[in-house]
Nanobody, 124 residues
Framework: QVQLVESGGGAVQPGGSLTISCTASGFTSDYLAMSWFRRRPKKELEGVSCISTTDDRTYYADSVKGRFTISRDNTKNTMYLQMNNLQAEDTAFYYC?????????????????WGRGTQVTVSS
């Protein structure tokens, strides 16, 4: 089973940028994609972005499209989320996940492999 560790969270002012990372160990070819989720205060968990490990296709929630960029470095077993023009509504605990289905899978999937998360706070 894969182990995932997020890092790079912190506090930033509105309009600022931050890059968070997710380092994986025990990653196998069974995992077809990796995702970033977030839980904002008093909100449900939401998907933010996903990247396929087979062809590097990327997907973004409408709320972050054009501001966030997901990427991965296979040599470091690390996935990144570069976040630009951060706003107060981006304040959340960010989690990474590895999944055995592609990003565009439409069926029901039980996410089992999660990191512990990293806090991102956007405030003036």
């Amino acid at each position: 089973q894969v182990q995932l560790v997020e890092s790079g969270g912190g506090a930033v002012q509105p309009g600022g940028s931050l890059t968070i990372s997710c380092t994986a160990s025990g990653f196998t070819s069974d995992y077809l994609a990796m995702s970033w989720f977030r839980r904002r205060p008093k909100k449900e968990l939401e998907g933010v972005s996903c990247i396929s490990t087979t062809d590097d296709r990327t997907y973004y929630a409408d709320s972050v499209k054009g501001r966030f960029t997901i990427s991965r470095d296979n040599t470091k077993n690390t996935m990144y989320l570069q976040m630009n023009n951060l706003q107060a509504e981006d304040t959340a605990f960010y989690y990474c996940s590895a999944q055995r289905v592609e990003c565009d899978y439409k069926g029901k999937y039980d996410y089992e492999d999660w990191g512990r998360g990293t806090q991102v706070t956007v405030s003036s």
